[in-house]
């Protein structure tokens, strides 16, 4: 089989990448080799990259009918390619920016005394930048660039410049430095948080200071105060940096590129997640009022596609805050936005979950029969689900049967994780437990059955890693 990291990357591709792609290699002026246009040719002639089809002898006949079989040369070809798919990728990403395109050519517009050149460009770019709804660190950073080089221009030529260029070019160089410190200080307190591991942050206590000081400044630059605000609120002992966040990101994400959009709202998720494992449930409306904004701001998509786990999420969130109307429009709206070897499957799986919520069992036992997944995360959240339409039933046999096939799941399956598993185990374990207090309730004074009733929801809440807590404690509740 050929160079599998040459496939890997093609894989990545979507259709119109690839497309992009095949023109980059039939150029003339990035390639002129023609064997290595005629590999790419067969790649993406070919209905499927499996191993039949990329049989190292079968791509070497489609490139070389006329010669017998020399592995090197098509080593040699493939190296080509993949050179190639390098350069397309630098080439891809000096594109990105037009108005860094448009610095650049300041700069040798500078070098080469082109002064009409230099100042024709440097109108657009201070148009460009005026027009422009993305204020985020490069943004800050591009304006510090076309400040200097302006000042540059002035002292040139000798023109009498009075330092206001370069004056403005230092507060956006601060500013940017600025929001770049805070940026990777937030991103490691989130991977502290995770990994608990320790991280020193020098000068940050200082600058926090420095941007309160300056709060007036600053409170108006939106890619430092958002970061601020992040973190303020990770470090912080309440919760009103959090909602002075939310507040902000409903208005300021905007401002941002979508995947730092995206990733501001990440910050925001898990503080909400943190609140929620505390046990405090009223963080579930703020984690879906969170959603509800990103879809808003058009930054929940990655690529044009929604991540199964924020649509699985959203779903649980909004059924559980029994926003039903909603839920059932987002169910059906966003599936084709769904990655597509899954997307059957989940939206079976989301829309089972959604009936569960309404007590439609039968319709969602149903759709669960036609969920096939080979992902191990949501064959568990399937097992849990059908556990919970069971319970709920009050179908013993059916409940038994789910409970011992789910713990053969938990103990066979290796690619779970051990905290995983350990919470799995005790949500059978406390589920049996709970099942068995009820049985016997017919059987046991009022007294003693509140006894057992508080004792296992004592166990519950101090065990750490129990999967489905809240649905535990609410059918105790429940009870009670």
């Known amino acids: 089989m050929i160079n599998t990291q040459l496939i890997q990357y093609l894989l990545r591709f979507t259709k119109s990448e690839l497309a992009?792609?095949?023109?980059?290699?039939?150029?003339?002026?990035?390639?002129?080799?023609?064997?290595?246009?005629?590999?790419?040719?067969?790649?993406?002639?070919?209905?499927?990259?499996?191993?039949?089809?990329?049989?190292?002898?079968?791509?070497?006949?489609?490139?070389?009918?006329?010669?017998?079989?020399?592995?090197?040369?098509?080593?040699?070809?493939?190296?080509?390619?993949l050179k190639l798919l390098r350069q397309f990728y630098i080439q891809k990403q000096s594109e990105k920016s037009e108005i860094d395109q448009q610095i650049n050519l300041l700069e040798i517009a500078l070098q080469a005394d082109q002064k009409k050149l230099f100042l024709l460009t440097s109108g657009k770019v201070t148009k460009a930048l005026k027009q422009t709804e993305i204020l985020d660190s490069?943004?800050?950073?591009?304006?510090?660039?076309?400040?200097?080089?302006?000042?540059?221009?002035?002292?040139?030529?000798?023109?009498?410049?009075?330092?206001?260029?370069?004056?403005?070019?230092?507060?956006?160089?601060?500013?940017?430095?600025?929001?770049e410190k805070l940026k990777m200080t937030c991103q490691m307190l989130a991977r502290k948080q995770v990994t608990g591991r320790e991280y020193s942050?020098?000068?940050?206590?200082?600058?926090?200071?420095?941007?309160?000081k300056e709060?007036?400044?600053?409170?108006?630059?939106?890619?430092?105060?958002?970061?601020?605000?992040?973190?303020?609120?990770?470090?912080?002992?309440?919760?009103?940096?959090?909602?002075?966040?939310?507040?902000?990101?409903?208005?300021?994400?905007?401002?941002?590129?979508?995947?730092?959009?995206?990733?501001?709202?990440?910050?925001?998720?898990?503080?909400?997640?943190?609140?929620?494992?505390?046990?405090?449930?009223?963080?579930?409306?703020?984690?879906?009022?969170?959603?509800?904004?990103?879809?808003?701001?058009?930054?929940?998509?990655?690529?044009?596609?929604?991540?199964?786990?924020?649509?699985?999420n959203i779903v649980s969130l909004g059924s559980e805050l029994k926003e039903y109307q909603w839920i059932e429009k987002f169910i059906f709206e966003q599936k084709d936005f769904l990655q597509k070897n899954q997307k059957e499957n989940t939206f079976r799986y989301n829309l089972a979950a959604f009936y569960y919520s309404q007590k439609s069992y039968d319709k969602a036992i149903e759709l669960l029969q036609q969920v096939e997944f080979s992902e191990v995360y949501y064959n568990l959240l399937t097992r849990i689900l059908l556990l919970k339409i069971y319970f709920d039933n009050n179908n013993q046999k059916a409940l038994e049967y789910s409970l011992e096939t789910f713990r053969i799941f938990l103990l066979r399956t290796k690619k779970l994780e051990s905290n995983r598993r350990k919470?799995?185990?005790?949500?059978?374990?406390?589920?049996?437990?709970?099942?068995?207090i009820i049985e016997e309730k017919s059987i046991t004074s009022k007294k003693d059955f509140f006894k057992k009733t508080s004792l296992i929801k004592t166990q519950i809440e101090e065990k750490q890693k129990v999967l489905n807590r809240s649905w535990l404690l609410k059918k105790i509740e429940e009870l009670n």
């Not at 592995?71 to 070809?77: G, K, R, T």
């Not at 942050?201 to 309160?212: A, C, G, K, S, V």
Request: include cysteine.
């Open 215 to 312: 709060s007036k400044v600053f409170s108006a630059i939106p890619s430092v105060w958002i970061y601020y605000l992040i973190y303020k609120m990770i470090t912080g002992s309440n919760d009103t940096f959090y909602f002075q966040l939310k507040s902000n990101l409903k208005i300021q994400a905007k401002y941002f590129q979508q995947q730092e959009g995206r990733d501001l709202y990440t910050h925001a998720l898990n503080y909400c997640i943190g609140r929620l494992n505390l046990g405090e449930t009223s963080f579930r409306k703020e984690a879906f009022e969170l959603y509800q904004q990103m879809l808003d701001n058009g930054v929940l998509h990655i690529k044009g596609t929604l991540p199964n786990w924020d649509y699985t």
């Open 138 to 179: 490069t943004y800050l950073f591009q304006q510090n660039k076309l400040l200097r080089l302006q000042d540059n221009y002035d002292l040139k030529y000798g023109k009498r410049t009075s330092g206001e260029y370069l004056e403005k070019a230092l507060h956006f160089f601060d500013a940017y430095l600025v929001s």
């Open 20 to 81: 992009e792609f095949n023109d980059f290699v039939c150029s003339p002026y990035f390639n002129k080799h023609q064997k290595t246009k005629d590999l790419l040719a067969y790649l993406l002639k070919i209905k499927s990259w499996d191993q039949e089809n990329l049989n190292k002898q079968k791509v070497f006949k489609n490139i070389f009918p006329k010669q017998p079989y020399q592995e090197q040369h098509l080593s040699n070809l493939i190296s080509y390619l």
């Open 423 to 436: 919470s799995g185990l005790n949500l059978i374990r406390f589920t049996k437990k709970l099942n068995r």
């Open 201 to 212: 942050f020098p000068i940050t206590n200082e600058l926090i200071i420095f941007i309160e």
